[in-house]
């Protein structure tokens, strides 16, 4: 090994290569689908993993949106899913590969705050637009990127939502617990200061770490809290254990979560009696005759497929309206028109009606309260008036 | 403040550490007996709890199905145990088998890599086969609770301070009284004299890996129906934690493991009340290390054979 | 033992790493940014391979707790060139600080553990992991806990940032140059040489003079100072990190690409990387049946194949070296 030039050529030959490329393109520039090639629509949630039975949900309601659509001026339009992993490199990585991807109009994703989060700054660079169904994290709107649009809402509403619903019942003395992760924790610490401004009082805030399953510790030291109210920043893995070990370590509280704890089989199936009784926040309930064509090709619903069909459509119906075709056949998708044309959307989805504010945020979208009960051998969600 | 500390606080705290320290006590049994033996840590033993646990599982699903499970609850407790630790039995013994055996004349550092990608392997086999879902144990008994004095505790909290108590003490007395435990001790003591003496070691290591192999099943039944939620990661985490145990109360040596294990679960119980509970993994991995550093040797003191 | 396969000999090594400098010099353009980004990925964990590969390879020391040092590597940059405190000091300033803070904690560490037998080393290292992760998430004032830290500053050359997958492709084959060669010298230096009879004998070892506990000492900050600077690069290059960056997973597959690719092996723990980071990422779709893979090739190359695919040329590796009493 020449160790002598080594050292010496390299760097320089480095550093030359270095310099002379060209800078990152700052412009939006366009698209261009071939005559014969389909329109991608890229999709990046979570396959494999602890929360995989969400994330396949989210593709499945995507899925059917673009299998429905068919064709986009001619052209058919496919769904390319990619996993993310619900965490930043591999979000990144795909992130990259949509990018670069000529024939992608559009991403539906991520699914996870923590991965949409340096996701959407490569999007920014690459302005290729992306709507997530599931990443609400406050800061991926508060940061004003242009390319990111989601048809869920923001944390801080659905937390606010929680706060307002407690104080209405006269829940003011609460016990906060949360997973401890980027989504929880976030949740969690809205929903306390909001309580507090509604004249209700934090008893305490305690996290678990997620992927425990031993939360007597914990729950036995708040029980002499006495609260009328354990709130729960986190998804259903937890939260079924939470309810469920509330009720054995004697906590006769009220039990309120987010939409992580929204789902069928992870919440109320899995909890089994104890969950009976809790309330969780969520969207409107999406349109009924939806929900049964939806089930009857998947199965039972987990949590964000509506947001993900309404997300997969609005793309689409952007791409259409913004697409010019070319006397070759060919589709020519300017990256500002779509964007803008995405930002008028004003669409009566399936989770109700599709407005977007200046930040990408879905405004009107309404959170929700939903009671889990138990009639005739059966439990549900039932919406709660408020 | 005062809360934290009445007196039904504190016995409720003694109750819960006492079952999560119970479960971990049975796990570590088995990494004690085993590096006793083998002087190998086997990173693959969460699995074989994990593996144990639904194998539990699919017995009572398959028991509630054919309308068994509600006419004879306890035989169904029973079935579940039994499948369990014939299943996990028989990993363990494979996995010595083909992951280990061949390994036991290589370098230190070799057993030690091959029981980590065992353990990688196992996971992700159970993570295909339940296609990344978790899986709920079917409801076999209620949870019903009485109160006695200031204790208040469950009928599954009694069964799972009973049921580790009593097999714990069942190994003690087998390893103290049967031949075959007897063979255990000299083998762990020291391995070719043992052989001198006609003891088939293969066989007493494979008969070592079976019985730490099922007291972890039992183990994972338990936290199943106590628990409730199973995946395939469950035994990641436990796993390191019982292993702490076992080092806590000396590797090696068997009551020092049901020592350790009940230290580490009352430790966890009693140290949430004074930091944010986030951190109560913390207290196993800092006791690991302190342990370590300080007394290698464990509360009890190792049951390790002489160097050569 | 196979060395590298003899057709190499014939060609002058000169020529043959011209040559592969120059390919890998080229790539980026003919690839496009998608596949820079993997390489990128995959020259990260390079980084982390060398380091680790001193260590494990060099030394003999399983450390299963290798992540905590490149997550001190990335937070260090990131707490020190982001809005989270309004510090922006230049890349390259913090990078020699994070390798010599990712050293300070591989010699916190190493000090007290390193007198432990070889399996509770790994168990301590790992253990030593996970509570570096858990107070990276649980210290919110500092660190802003699960919701990471964002908006990183990317390094300048000059005025032009290094801020796409082809830009950042070279500066990380500029890191993985410098990782290898030095690695190299050590392993060819007296110090290396104190680690392989360390490696093969330690009582011998101890006889002839040579400080065990020092020499331990050194190969683990030496190791951890090589994740410092990876985390550095990582942090800079994703612009985002979270705790959940750094978990155990990341050193397992660390320690997977040293052990198939060639413990003591530089060749070795390269072709490692390239195996077991690229190659899933063009078998995009099987993510599970890869981690799979890992754990039976573990095995295997134990049972079968100890010093890997690409073994060290000269020297028995520490898996190879049969058992000794301790």
Not at chain 1, 59 to 79: D, N, Q, S
Not at chain 1, 153 to 180: E, M, P, Y
Request: with cysteine; hydrophobic share 50%; glycine share 10%.
């Amino acid at each position: 090994m020449p160790r002598r030039s080594f050292p010496t050529l390299l760097p320089a030959a480095i550093l030359f290569l270095l310099l002379s490329l060209p800078a990152a393109a700052a412009e939006w520039g366009a698209i261009r689908i071939p005559s014969g090639s389909p329109v991608k629509i890229g999709m990046g949630t979570m396959l494999t993993g602890d929360y995989a039975g969400m994330g396949i949900d989210i593709m499945h309601g995507a899925e059917m949106a673009v299998k429905e659509k068919g064709l986009i001026l001619g052209h058919p339009v496919t769904l390319q899913t990619e996993d993310d992993g619900c965490a930043g490199p591999s979000s990144v990585v795909i992130a990259e590969k949509f990018c670069n991807d000529p024939l992608v109009a559009g991403v539906v994703g991520y699914m996870c705050s923590g991965g949409s989060k340096p996701a959407s700054d490569i999007h920014n660079k690459y302005k290729v637009v992306m709507i997530s169904s599931s990443s609400t994290a406050l800061e991926l709107t508060s940061r004003k990127i242009p390319i990111f649009f989601r048809t869920c809402w923001n944390d801080r509403i659905q937390a606010q939502r929680a706060a307002d619903f407690a104080a209405s019942r006269g829940w003011l003395r609460a016990a906060v617990l949360h997973d401890k992760s980027d989504y929880g924790q976030s949740l969690a610490e809205d929903f306390a200061q909001h309580l507090k401004t509604r004249g209700g009082e934090v008893l305490a805030m305690e996290g678990v770490t997620r992927g425990d399953k031993d939360f007597s510790p914990v729950l036995t030291k708040i029980k002499p809290l006495r609260p009328q109210l354990v709130y729960f920043g986190g998804m259903s893995a937890e939260g079924v254990l939470v309810v469920r070990q509330m009720q054995r370590v004697g906590i006769r509280a009220k039990f309120l979560s987010d939409d992580g704890c929204f789902t069928e089989k992870d919440f109320i199936q899995a909890g089994g009696r104890a969950a009976t009784g809790s309330f969780v926040t969520y969207a409107q309930e999406p349109d009924p005759a939806w929900m049964a064509h939806f089930e009857s090709i998947y199965g039972p619903r987990q949590t964000f497929s509506p947001q993900a069909y309404d997300a997969a459509t609005i793309l689409m119906m952007a791409v259409e309206s913004a697409a010019e075709r070319q006397p070759d056949d060919s589709l020519l998708i300017d990256k500002k028109r779509l964007r803008d044309a995405l930002a008028a959307t004003d669409h009566e989805g399936v989770t109700g009606r599709i407005v977007f504010d200046v930040n990408g945020d879905r405004t009107g979208s309404v959170v929700a309260l939903y009671e889990v009960v138990e009639e005739s051998g059966k439990r549900f969600f039932r919406k709660v008036p408020f | 403040m005062e809360a934290f500390f009445s007196a039904a606080i504190l016995c409720d705290q003694l109750i819960n550490g006492l079952t999560i320290g119970g479960i971990y006590a049975l796990i570590a049994l088995g990494y004690t007996l085993v590096y006793g033996i083998l002087f190998m840590i086997n990173f693959a033993h969460g699995e074989i709890f994990m593996f144990g646990s639904f194998a539990g599982y699919a017995a009572l699903t398959f028991l509630l199905q054919h309308g068994v499970m509600e006419r004879h609850p306890l035989a169904s407790i029973l079935a579940a145990f039994l499948a369990a630790m014939v299943v996990s039995a028989l990993l363990g013994t494979i996995l010595e088998r083909v992951a280990y055996r061949p390994l036991r004349r290589a370098s230190r550092l070799a057993p030690l890599i091959s029981a980590i990608g065992a353990s990688i392997f196992l996971q992700n086999v159970m993570l295909i086969i339940i296609k990344g879902r978790m899986q709920v144990y079917p409801d076999v008994l209620h949870e019903t609770f009485f109160e006695i004095g200031w204790f208040s505790i469950s009928n599954f909290q009694i069964m799972i301070i009973l049921g580790s108590f009593l097999l714990m003490a069942g190994l003690y007395l087998f390893i103290q009284r049967t031949r075959i435990g007897r063979a255990m001790r000299a083998v762990a003591e020291d391995r070719s004299a043992a052989a001198l003496m006609g003891i088939d070691v293969n066989r007493i290591i494979m008969i070592t890996f079976v019985i730490g192999s099922a007291l972890a099943a039992a183990a994972g039944v338990m936290v199943g129906m106590y628990y409730t939620q199973i995946n395939h990661m469950m035994g990641f985490i436990p796993g390191i934690k019982a292993f702490t145990a076992a080092v806590l109360g000396g590797i090696g040596n068997v009551p020092g493991a049901m020592l350790g294990g009940l230290f580490l679960g009352l430790a966890e119980a009693f140290g949430v009340l004074f930091m944010p509970a986030q951190y109560k993994d913390v207290i196993a991995f800092a006791l690991l290390v302190l342990v370590l550093i300080f007394r290698p040797r464990g509360i009890l003191g190792e049951v390790v054979s002489e160097k050569v | 033992m196979k060395s590298p396969a003899p057709l190499f000999r014939k060609i002058p090594p000169a020529v043959s790493l011209s040559a592969v400098i120059l390919f890998t010099a080229v790539l980026p353009p003919v690839v496009g940014n998608y596949w820079s980004q993997v390489l990128g990925d995959i020259g990260i964990y390079m980084m982390l391979g060398i380091g680790l590969n001193v260590v494990v390879g060099f030394a003999g020391l399983l450390d299963l707790g290798y992540v905590a040092f490149f997550g001190i590597g990335a937070y260090g940059y990131a707490l020190m060139a982001s809005p989270q405190f309004g510090m922006h000091v230049p890349f390259w300033l913090m990078l020699p600080v994070c390798v010599a803070l990712a050293a300070a904690g591989g010699a916190l560490l190493g000090i007290p553990v390193l007198r432990l037998r070889g399996d509770y080393l790994a168990i301590v290292t790992l253990g030593f992991g996970e509570i570096i992760r858990v107070i990276l998430n649980n210290l919110d004032p500092l660190t802003n806990g699960p919701r990471g830290l964002l908006r990183i500053d990317p390094p300048f050359l000059g005025a032009t940032p290094i801020n796409n997958p082809q830009r950042w492709y070279y500066l990380i084959l500029a890191g993985v140059l410098v990782a290898a060669f030095t690695a190299d010298r050590l392993n060819n230096s007296r110090i290396g040489r104190a680690w392989i009879a360390m490696r093969e004998d330690q009582d011998a070892a101890a006889v002839m003079g040579i400080d065990i506990l020092k020499y331990k000492l050194l190969a683990f900050t030496i190791g951890a100072s090589f994740a410092g600077a990876g985390g550095a690069i990582f942090a800079a290059r994703q612009g985002a990190i979270f705790p959940e960056n750094f978990s155990l997973m990341v050193s397992i597959n660390v320690l997977c690409l040293i052990i198939i690719g060639g413990m003591g092996s530089i060749p070795g723990v390269i072709l490692g990387a390239v195996v077991l980071i690229g190659l899933p990422e063009m078998l995009r779709g099987t993510e599970q049946y890869r981690m799979l893979s890992f754990g039976a090739l573990l095995v295997i190359m134990m049972i079968f194949r100890p010093s890997g695919l690409l073994p060290a040329s000269r020297r028995r590796p520490a898996a190879a070296a049969p058992r000794e009493p301790e």
